[in-house]
C-alpha cells in the first residue's frame, strides 16, 4: 500500500512534467508577436490552361484575367500566389453572332478616370475579321456592376487586322498599342507588326496608325513573322519599356523581346522606340518552360518587388492552345535601369510568395 502511495505523487508528478514540457516546446516553434514568420512558398503553373494572362492591381486588391475563347471571366485576390483559390466571375459573354462572337482572345483590365476598360479580341470566325473591342464599367469593382460594350476600336486611316490591345498613359495622353497585319503581301502573309495610335478616349482611336515594330531578327520569325502581345514597363526613374512576344506562339522558341522609348519623346514617332536584338526572356527545357510569352507586370503587395507574369508550355510540341499555363516569378533591373528576367523558374520548384503576402 505504501508503494502505491508513494507512486500516485510521483506519477502525477511525472506526466505534468511532460505536459509542461511539451508546452514550452510549442511556445518555442511558435514565432513572438511582431517576429519573423517562416517563409511561405507557392509553385508554378499557378493555373493550368491559361494562355495570355493579365493582371492588374488597384488598391490592395488584384484582378487576373485569360484567354477564355468565348467569354470574360475576372479573377479576384488579395494574393497572387493564391490565385488557384479565386472563384472566377464571368463578366462578358460572347454574343451568338457578330464581328465579337468567337476568338474571344487576350482581355486586359484598365482603370481609367474613375472606370474600368476591358480590352479584347474578337471575330466573326474568319481571320482575317480580327478586331481589337471595349467593355466599360462604372463600379468600383469590375467583378461587380454592368459591363457596357463600348463596340469596336476602328483603326485609322486603314481598318486593320488587329489584336492584343494595351494602353499608355504618358501625362494627359493616353494611347493604344496592339499587333497587327496590314497584309501588304496579300492575304497569305501573316506578318504581325506593333502599332500605336492616339485615343480621344478609353474607347475611340484618333489616328493616324503608326508602326513601331516589326519582326527583323530571326528570333522573331520562328514559325512566321510576329511581334504580338505588347506590354507596357516602366522603372523607377519613369523610363518607358515595351515587351512583347516575338515568333509564332506555337512554336517552342516563342520568347519576350524589349523595346525602349526614349527619355521625354513623342511615342508616336516610331525613331523614338529602339529595339534590343535577342531575346529578353526564353524557353528553357529543363525548367519545363516552352514557348514563354505574352506576359503582364504587377508589384508585391508591399510595392518592393516588380513580379512578370507568362504563360509557357509544360512540354515540347504543345503548340498555341490550352495547354499553355501561367506561371509568375520576380525580376530585377539592372545598374542602366534594364529589367532583368532571369530564366524561368522549374514548374514544382517552391517559390517565395511575393513580399508583403
Request: glycine share 10%; net charge neutral.
Amino acid at each position: 500500500m505504501r508503494y502505491k502511495t508513494l507512486l500516485r505523487p510521483a506519477l502525477i508528478w511525472c506526466i505534468s512534467f511532460v505536459f509542461v514540457s511539451a508546452s514550452c516546446k510549442k511556445e518555442k516553434q511558435a514565432p513572438a508577436p511582431g517576429g519573423e514568420q517562416q517563409a511561405i512558398t507557392f509553385t508554378n503553373p499557378l493555373l493550368n490552361s491559361a494562355p495570355d494572362p493579365w493582371v492588374v492591381q488597384k488598391d490592395s486588391t488584384y484582378y487576373y484575367m485569360h484567354t477564355l475563347g468565348n467569354r470574360i471571366q475576372i479573377w479576384k485576390t488579395g494574393k497572387m500566389s493564391r490565385l488557384k483559390d479565386a472563384a472566377p466571375v464571368t463578366v462578358f459573354n460572347a454574343p451568338a453572332s457578330g464581328g465579337n462572337s468567337r476568338d474571344i482572345w487576350a482581355p486586359e483590365l484598365f482603370f481609367v478616370n474613375g472606370k474600368w476598360y476591358i480590352y479584347y479580341t474578337g471575330s466573326d470566325g474568319n481571320d482575317r475579321e480580327h478586331r481589337m473591342w471595349v467593355l466599360e464599367n462604372e463600379n468600383a469593382d469590375p467583378t461587380q456592376g454592368t459591363w457596357t460594350d463600348k463596340g469596336k476600336l476602328t483603326t485609322q486611316p486603314a481598318d486593320l487586322w488587329s489584336i492584343d490591345a494595351t494602353i499608355f498613359q504618358q501625362d494627359s495622353s493616353l494611347f493604344l498599342i496592339w499587333s497587327g497585319r496590314p497584309f501588304a503581301g496579300g492575304p497569305t502573309d501573316l506578318t504581325q507588326n506593333l502599332y500605336i495610335s492616339r485615343m480621344t478616349n478609353p474607347f475611340t482611336l484618333t489616328g493616324p496608325t503608326v508602326q513601331i515594330s516589326a519582326p527583323q531578327y530571326d528570333w522573331e520569325k520562328r514559325g512566321f513573322p510576329v511581334n504580338e502581345g505588347p506590354e507596357i514597363l516602366k522603372n523607377t526613374a519613369g523610363q518607358v519599356f515595351l515587351a512583347f512576344s516575338g515568333s509564332y506562339c506555337g512554336n517552342d522558341s516563342y520568347s519576350l523581346g524589349l523595346l525602349s522609348l526614349k527619355t521625354g519623346s513623342d511615342p508616336m514617332d516610331a525613331k523614338n522606340w529602339t529595339k534590343i536584338s535577342t531575346p529578353v526572356f526564353t524557353g528553357l527545357a529543363s525548367a519545363n518552360a516552352y514557348g514563354v510569352g505574352h506576359n503582364g507586370f504587377f508589384k508585391s503587395k508591399d510595392g518592393k518587388e516588380d513580379w512578370v507574369i507568362y504563360h509557357a508550355n509544360s512540354a515540347a510540341g504543345e503548340g498555341c492552345d490550352d495547354s499553355r499555363n501561367v506561371r509568375m516569378q520576380k525580376f530585377t533591373w539592372t545598374a542602366d535601369g534594364l529589367p532583368s528576367f532571369g530564366e524561368p523558374i522549374s514548374t514544382g520548384r517552391a517559390i517565395p510568395v511575393p513580399s508583403g503576402e
